[in-house]
């Protein structure tokens, strides 16, 4: 714990967290116990070195918290407590980047055709719905296009607008969410009971314009989590 500048508590962790299996040694008087090699304060050295907290991570990156956690939960991103892997977000930007084509010459994939990933993240992709876009990005389903020779954010890579809007169309149907006042009666709950789900994070949700205006909507796909995961 002193090599590693963390509190004895948490060594437990890191060491699970980490994947390490460690020898062991019996003492004097026969307790067995855990014996941590130079080799296995380097590993986890590294590893710490790797988990940065979720507001760096969504400075570094320009992936929101909410984003982020979404990405974790659909296992595209690896997270240690409350601090996110580096390395693996900075995997899922490369995995993005590798489907990228070289179509910013193109006439139909001018400026007035792509839009940098924060800003359709912003706008046009609810929060539920974060891991299956990226996955269509990888996938080629959604054409992207890298800004950047290395990408190490999201704003180095932007999307066709067309591209996005008939992915929404066909993959979003407007069945697919409700309000919170629907959400908190299909759950059972009082209304004020689900915002305090939403505060401590144990249910996510998304915005939705409905012309002009805008309103806080829970998926359907995030209503069945919960009841499986959590009110079970």
């Not at 940065?52 to 929101?64: D, E, F």
């Not at 539920?128 to 996955?135: K, P, Q, S, V």
């Not at 190490?152 to 919170?180: E, H």
Request: net charge positive; aromatic share 4%; with cysteine.
């Amino acid at each position: 714990a002193t090599e590693l500048g963390v509190r004895v508590e948490r060594i437990p962790n890191l060491l699970s967290s980490c994947n390490l299996k460690l020898a062991e040694r019996l003492t004097k008087t026969g307790r067995r116990m855990l014996v941590v090699g130079e080799g296995d304060v380097q590993f986890v050295t590294r590893h710490l070195k790797d988990q940065i907290a979720a507001r760096v991570a969504q400075r570094r990156y320009g992936l929101s918290r909410a984003r982020l956690e979404q990405l974790w939960r659909a296992s595209m991103v690896s997270r240690c407590d409350d601090r996110y892997q580096a390395s693996s977000i900075e995997s899922l930007l490369r995995k993005v980047a590798s489907s990228a084509s070289d179509q910013l010459a193109s006439p139909e994939f001018s400026d007035d055709g792509m839009a940098l990933l924060p800003h359709l993240l912003r706008v046009a992709i609810p929060q539920d719905r974060t891991a299956e876009f990226l996955g269509a990005l990888i996938d080629g389903v959604i054409r992207v296009t890298s800004l950047r020779s290395t990408v190490r954010s999201a704003a180095d890579l932007a999307a066709s607008r067309s591209d996005v809007a008939a992915w929404l169309a066909k993959r979003m149907p407007a069945d697919d969410f409700l309000l919170i006042p629907q959400a908190a009666q299909q759950l059972g709950i009082k209304q004020e009971v689900l915002y305090h789900l939403v505060r401590v994070g144990l249910l996510v949700t998304s915005t939705r314009r409905f012309g002009r205006r805008s309103a806080r909507v829970v998926g359907l796909v995030e209503i069945e989590r919960f009841q499986r995961e959590v009110a079970s």
